[in-house]
């Protein structure tokens, strides 16, 4: 897959088969698009073109980037897609400026004159332009005009999924991560660096790595102990991890920590890549280290009951 920060590095194609939208998550909605315009490419001759925008929209015209919190980092969100078999990835940046695009033009100068569409496939919902005002019945009036097809993926189709990265949002915050899971059809990812904590895990037989996201619109699930697979290195372990204040210790800061179980190398300063499976339990305090020693046995062995 290639990918274009902005539109005017990319050669215009003889047959492009086009979608736009953020897709965050890349989730079973967004693959049925892009699954359709695989199979349109192919038969055609063409080559797949997905446009999407950075930052989210949300985040410049509401004017506050930390409101929103997204399911992908741009960086996961191109390894979805890459795997999923997208050609091209062209990322526009998204401006106030450019929010003031009009329909008309977005379909003359982008999809038209600049990426040479000759077929656009979109959801039944989808909108664009200054104020959201282009809909699919501008795009087939346009479209004899400029010489494309437009596709719709019909309402039933997409609807009976039940699927929308609103939901899985806020299924991700309760922590219902088996839900998130079905609805994104892979498993909700974070890649985080590995930072140096204060070792306490090590002391009572169940050492830590300690997760720092650089990215500060990613989205974290709710607070709780989790059934997870960790990726280090290129190899997969299973993983007790902990999202919270640790109220037993300290309760001040909330942090992301992993127990990669039967690993014990030195990974500091390395990524590593955390897929989630279930929330065992909520996060609680305990009288005491011994107590809190004893719990984390019982969340191992069910956690590894979970993952076998």
């Known amino acids: 897959m290639r990918i274009y920060e902005g539109i005017n590095n990319f050669k215009r194609l003889d047959y492009a088969v086009v979608t736009s939208g953020t897709y965050d998550g890349v989730h079973k909605g967004h693959q049925k698009i892009l699954q359709r315009m ?19 929209p ?26 999923i078999g997208i050609n091209h990835l062209i990322l526009i940046p998204f401006t106030l400026e450019f929010a003031q695009t009009s329909s ?3 379909i003359k100068n982008i999809l038209v004159d600049a990426i040479g569409t000759r077929k656009l496939i979109i959801g039944y919902n989808h909108r664009f332009g200054k104020n959201r005002e282009g809909n699919f019945k501008n795009l087939v009036r346009d479209s004899s005009k400029y010489g494309f097809e437009v596709e719709e993926i019909p309402k039933h189709e997409i609807d009976h999924l039940g699927i929308s990265s609103t939901i899985i949002r806020k299924s991700l915050i309760k922590g219902d991560i ?17 930072i140096h904590g204060d070792k306490l895990g090590k002391t009572i037989g169940f050492p830590t790595a300690n997760l720092q996201i650089e990215e500060a619109y990613k989205l974290i699930p709710g607070d709780g102990v989790y059934a997870v697979k960790v990726i280090v290195r290129g ?60 719990q984390l046995q019982k969340d191992k062995d069910t956690i590894l009951n979970v993952l076998e």
């Open 38 to 56: 695989i199979e349109v490419a192919k038969s055609e001759g063409g080559e797949t073109v997905l446009i999407s925008f950075w930052p989210h």
């Open 58 to 83: 949300r985040m410049v015209l509401n004017n506050d980037p930390g409101f929103l919190k997204l399911i992908n980092t741009m960086e996961e969100k191109q390894e979805l897609l890459r795997n």
């Open 104 to 106: 008309t033009d977005f």
């Open 178 to 194: 088996p839900t998130a899971n079905r609805y994104l059809g892979h498993f909700f990812l974070i890649n985080g660096l590995v």
């Open 235 to 294: 190899k997969e372990f299973n993983g007790m991890l902990n999202i919270g204040k640790r109220p037993t210790v300290d309760g001040l800061n909330r942090k992301i920590e992993v127990h990669i179980i039967g690993f014990n190398d030195d990974i500091y300063t390395e990524k590593i890549s955390i897929s989630f499976v279930k929330k065992i339990r909520d996060e609680k305090k305990f009288r005491s280290l011994d107590h809190l020693k004893i």
